[in-house]
């Protein structure tokens, strides 16, 4: 927790530009509604739409091995501001639109860059 709240102190000296965010939605549903959700997404345009805004440093979906009626999107952000310049689109409406359409519940987890990079002791279980 201490380590967390050092990085949002330094995000706050740094202003809020500084570090990338990361957030992961877990969209479940029933029926496989999670997967028709991102299936269209993809279809109309509104993920490629997404990925083309600036700011934007990725927006893809998984799906879980072991969950066939969860999808997982990360969806990454050069800053706060980019987030939020995304938040007032119109294409938020769509999704929400397809998530009603689906009848989705979500899970969200928010990660803030780890600038300082990967450790010297971590890198020794990395094959590159």
């Known amino acids: 927790m201490k380590k967390f709240l050092m990085i949002l102190a330094m995000s706050a000296l740094l202003g ?39 700011g934007n440093k990725k927006y893809e979906y998984f799906y879980p091995k072991d969950d066939s009626e969860t999808v997982l999107l990360i969806d990454s952000w050069e800053s706060q501001e980019a987030i939020d310049k995304h938040h007032a689109t119109p294409m938020m409406d769509k ?19 780890d600038t300082a990079g990967i450790p010297m002791k971590d890198k020794d279980f990395i094959k590159e």
């Open 16 to 54: 809020e530009n500084a570090m990338a965010i990361t957030i992961n939605i877990y969209y479940t549903g029933e029926n496989g509604n999670a997967r028709k959700f991102a299936e269209e997404m993809e279809q109309s345009g509104t993920v490629a739409a997404i990925r083309a805004e600036e």
């Open 95 to 113: 999704i929400t639109e397809l998530r009603n359409k689906y009848d989705l519940h979500m899970k969200v987890e928010r990660y803030i860059e």
